[in-house]
């Protein structure tokens, strides 16, 4: 699989797809995630942390003045806010190579900002189609995005079947 485009139809939805992705996401990964503002990317990354192991009562914000949080989990979450860097050297003062591909998983919003385009296993894009409806992306870039894609899905599937959505 390559390319899986969801409707999410509320915010515990989006929510429920990002845990989704944080279950099944091994160490190693990095993952961009992109969409205007407001489009519901904090929402989804706070996702992804819950199904990492972060705690629920944990806040996981955009690191927006921050540029990287550190949640840990089953394995770390590097999440990284890109929306006030100017240049990809940016990066490399955050320290990004150190956490990219490492042990942890790296989920970068607002990667689309840089010019030059990052390294990574899936892309996720999100857009509103309404006041809580999101249209989300997802692209493999690799073989083991193909891998977590593929997970992600059937975990998504399973989940939304135990909710009654």
């Known amino acids: 699989m390559q390319q899986w485009r969801v409707a999410t139809r509320a915010e515990e939805e989006t929510r429920l797809l990002g845990r989704s992705l944080g279950k099944a996401a091994p160490a190693g990964m990095v993952v961009l995630l992109n969409g ?3 489009a519901g990317k904090t929402c ?5 942390a819950y199904g990492l192991g972060v705690a ?3 806040p996981v914000t955009s690191p927006t003045y921050a540029l990287m949080n550190i949640h840990q989990g089953r394995v770390p979450l590097y999440h990284f806010d890109l929306y006030r860097l100017s240049r990809v050297d940016d990066l490399e003062d955050l320290g990004y190579d150190e956490y990219a591909e490492g042990q ?7 990667a689309d900002r840089m010019g030059e385009p990052l390294g990574s296993s899936l892309v996720v894009t ?3 189609s309404g006041e809580n409806d999101r249209q989300i992306e997802f692209t493999a870039v690799d073989p083991a995005g193909r891998q977590l ?3 992600v899905k059937s975990t998504w599937e399973a989940a ?6």
């Open 104 to 110: 942890g998983l790296t989920l970068v919003e607002w």
């Open 149 to 151: 894609l593929s997970e």
């Open 36 to 38: 205007p503002l407001g």
């Open 56 to 58: 629920e009562q944990t």
């Open 160 to 165: 939304r079947s135990a909710e009654n959505l």
């Open 44 to 48: 989804f990354a706070q996702g992804v």
């Open 126 to 128: 999100i857009s509103s």
